[in-house]
């Protein structure tokens, strides 16, 4: 993501990363290799003034409850960060911006597309239900996935297999592999 914003920002376009974690000491150089500004209006914002500027909107949910629920309390927090750009762009505390791009996790794109009314790109990373050992990377014979494992991960398989199939018409990645993955998973 670091790479496509740093192209970006080559070919004369304005980028800003929005995150809801940002740790200086364990990131790339260029999110952090300038200034930190504190903005504290509505919610703790903060800046990272460097090559690339990063918003840092801090949540207060936690990335596991016990060690358990890291796919899911992710998709939750992506939802808190998108949320709060909602309520900043339309406050008037947030500049509107011609796309959106979306790292990671497919779950918000089709409600950020519907509340901003723009173009929305998914940088898409390896399908987490491949990855997270579904029937689908089951290629090698390993004994299928427990009975409290299916009930954990179907509902974060449908929601990653409708949000990144039915409403995106393309598939960004850096990798071939990984878009031939997207494709013949989600299509």
Sequence with gaps: MVDVAAGLEQLGHSVEILTSHHDPSHSFEETNDG???DETSLSKVERFSGTLQIKLIPTFLPRSIRGGLHIYLAIV???????????????????????YVVDQLSACVPLLRFLTGRRVVFYCH????????GKEANLDNRPQLSLGKQLYRGPVDWV????????????????????????QTFY
Aim: charged share 15%; glycine share 6%.
């Design 35 to 37: 200034a930190h500004i």
């Design 126 to 133: 390896f399908p987490d239900k491949l990855l997270a050992g």
């Design 77 to 99: 927090r992506q939802f808190h960060l998108m949320m709060v750009l909602i309520f900043r762009l339309y406050t008037g505390f947030e500049p509107w911006h011609d796309v």
């Design 160 to 183: 990653e297999g409708t949000t990144t199939g039915q409403f995106l018409p393309t598939i960004n990645s850096c990798q071939p592999l990984t878009s031939h993955q997207a494709r």
